[in-house]
């Protein structure tokens, strides 16, 4: 799995957007994780089986 850290809600969504489009397969519709703390996500698999996560804290 690969993190990144983004500035912004936005960030998370257009990541979630872009990675649809290219191919890649949903694992984690952007949103708030309480479970996790203050932080938005999206998960995405791309077709070589890589896992991303992209994550914005929003305090």
């Known amino acids: 799995m690969i993190a990144f850290r983004v ?3 936005g960030q998370v969504d257009g990541f979630y957007k872009v990675g649809l489009k ?10 708030l994780r309480p479970e996790d703390g203050d932080e938005y996500y999206a998960h ?3 077709p070589a089986g890589t896992n991303y ?3 914005a804290v929003v305090s």
């Open 22 to 31: 290219s191919g890649d397969v949903y694992k984690g519709r952007p949103g």
């Open 7 to 9: 500035e912004t809600r």
């Open 44 to 46: 995405i698999r791309d």
């Open 53 to 55: 996560v992209l994550f």
